[in-house]
């Protein structure tokens, strides 16, 4: 009995250790482990070969369609021509779904979300949630999938030019903490 209830302790402990693990996904961790050989260790990426996610990864994050292209990139994958700062880029990155859990891509994304130019050029964007993760998994997108999300991110952001980046959640200011969570 003694025995018993030790080995349900140690358990438990285990399973606590585990769910902190969960929970406390290190972004900074995960990127280095899993992105950075590629985009370099400040996303700096390699001229017309990795793109870059310094400055790219927030500007995507402040429309929806940025977003699901984001997390799409990361769980499937990302095949086919693409343009960024007028350079082009045809190779294929490799989709982590299988490896990350949601709460590691949205920890992994909001990271890159606190990095480097990110903050400026993403004002405003709200943090990714696993269950926002969840939502895109759902879809099982093939790399070249992912590539046509791009292009509709591109025509989305070329016709909001000038005309503010978001016309469909309009919450820039102070997003109003406690009440109605999340706004939409
Ligand atoms: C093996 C190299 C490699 C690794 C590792 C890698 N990527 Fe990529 N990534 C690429 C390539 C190549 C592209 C461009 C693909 C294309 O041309 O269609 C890309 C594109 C992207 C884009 C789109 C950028 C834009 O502006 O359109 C994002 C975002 C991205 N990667 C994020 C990540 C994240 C986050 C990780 C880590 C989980 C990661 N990548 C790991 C090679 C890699």
Same mark, same amino acid.
């Given at each position: 009995?003694?025995?018993?209830?030790?080995?349900?302790?140690?358990?438990?402990?285990?399973?606590?250790?585990?769910?902190?693990?969960?929970?406390?996904?290190?972004?900074?961790?995960?990127?280095?482990?899993?992105?950075?050989?590629?985009?370099?260790?400040?996303?700096?990426?390699?001229?017309?070969?990795?793109?870059?996610?310094?400055?790219?990864?927030?500007?995507?994050?402040?429309?929806?369609? @940025?977003?699901?292209?984001?997390?799409?990139?990361? &769980? !499937?994958?990302?095949?086919? *021509?693409?343009?960024? #700062? $007028?350079?082009?880029?045809?190779?294929?990155?490799?989709?982590?779904?299988?490896?990350?859990?949601?709460?590691?891509?949205?920890?992994?994304?909001?990271?890159?979300?606190?990095?480097?130019?990110?903050?400026?050029?993403?004002?405003?964007?709200?943090?990714?949630?696993?269950?926002?993760?969840?939502?895109?998994?759902?879809? @099982?997108?093939?790399?070249?999938?992912?590539?046509? &999300? !791009?292009?509709?991110?591109? *025509?989305?952001?070329? #016709? $909001?030019?000038?005309?503010?980046?978001?016309?469909?959640?309009?919450?820039?200011?102070?997003?109003?903490?406690?009440?109605?969570?999340?706004?939409?």
């Amino acid at each position: 009995m003694g025995a018993e209830v030790k080995r349900m302790k140690r358990m438990l402990a285990v399973l606590l250790v585990l769910g902190f693990l969960a929970f406390g996904a290190d972004g900074a961790e995960l990127y280095r482990t899993y992105c950075a050989s590629c985009h370099g260790e400040a996303g700096e990426g390699k001229h017309g070969v990795y793109p870059a996610l310094d400055g790219p990864v927030g500007r995507l994050a402040t429309v929806p369609e @940025g977003r699901t292209f984001l997390v799409a990139t990361v &769980l !499937f994958g990302l095949e086919g *021509e693409i343009t960024q #700062r $007028g350079e082009t880029y045809n190779g294929v990155m490799p989709g982590y779904g299988a490896v990350l859990s949601d709460e590691e891509v949205a920890a992994l994304l909001n990271w890159l979300l606190s990095q480097w130019r990110n903050p400026r050029s993403g004002a405003g964007a709200k943090p990714f949630t696993p269950e926002e993760v969840a939502r895109v998994r759902e879809l @099982g997108l093939e790399p070249k999938e992912v590539r046509e &999300l !791009f292009l509709k991110v591109e *025509e989305v952001m070329h #016709r $909001g030019q000038g005309a503010g980046h978001c016309q469909d959640h309009g919450h820039g200011q102070g997003q109003g903490r406690g009440k109605g969570k999340g706004a939409r």
